[in-house]
């Protein structure tokens, strides 16, 4: 079946641009995690989603970014005035259920953002 | 959620089994045990995970100890395609995996 799908699977742009990365989760997966990866360097976990909702925002790195999902399905992680340290991969997930329903997360294999 | 310790390399033959240890000694009654691997230039592939029984899938073979404090994830049969970075963590409530250096495994022809 479809895993998670993530556009574009590449962008560059230049610094100060704003940027929009896609994410369409598994069919029916309720929940929707967005982390970033830089080069070399381990997951960190920027949003979740259970729903609409995104119940904590503090993993957002600062306030240019910004995250939304409609209708339970597709989401969009903004990057506004963006600066090279935005240069990473962004990672998709999604999983079944909440948190703690032990439902393992499925990724997609990202948006590789470089900010000249 | 617990600190997990993986060796951070491991080669093995193609066609032979691939055992990769973890440590996760301050694991707490209700955290799973999750394995991920991830691919250069993709992103994290689910593999397995359990909670205290062995655990098979079409991938893989978890084993963790009575106790809970290790596991070994078990690739029966190693091909070239396996070569990746082998994660293991251990999750409970909290709404990210946390990831760690995990273990490179190159399966060698």
């Known amino acids: 079946g479809a895993g998670v799908s993530q556009s574009p699977s590449n962008k560059v742009t230049e610094k100060g641009k704003d940027v929009e990365l896609r994410c369409d989760p598994i069919s029916g997966h309720t929940a929707l995690y967005w982390y970033r990866q830089s080069l070399g360097q381990g997951l960190e976990f920027l949003i979740y989603f259970q729903g609409n909702s995104a119940p904590d925002k503090s993993g957002l790195p600062s306030d240019r970014f910004s995250a939304e999902r409609t209708g339970g399905s597709v989401s969009t992680l903004t990057i506004q005035r963006t600066q090279q340290e935005d240069s990473a991969v962004y990672l998709c997930?999604?999983?079944?259920?909440?948190?703690?329903?032990?439902?393992?997360?499925?990724f997609g294999d990202g948006t590789r953002l470089s900010i000249l | 959620d617990a600190k997990t310790t993986q060796p951070p390399s491991m080669d093995c033959a193609e066609g032979r089994a691939a055992n990769l240890p973890c440590n996760h000694s301050t694991i707490s009654g209700n955290e799973y045990v999750y394995w991920y691997r991830q691919i250069h230039s993709q992103g994290p592939q689910y593999i397995i995970h359990g909670l205290k029984n062995n655990e098979t899938n079409e991938m893989a073979s978890l084993i963790i100890t009575e106790d809970r404090k290790s596991s070994t994830l078990i690739l029966p049969h190693a091909t070239l395609r396996d070569t990746a970075v082998y994660y293991c963590?251990?999750?409970?409530?909290?709404?990210?995996?946390?990831f760690g250096s995990g273990t490179q495994l190159t399966v060698l022809p």
């Open positions: 997930a999604s999983s079944p259920g909440p948190p703690g329903s032990n439902q393992p997360q499925h």
């Open positions: 963590i251990v999750a409970g409530s909290a709404r990210q995996l946390t």
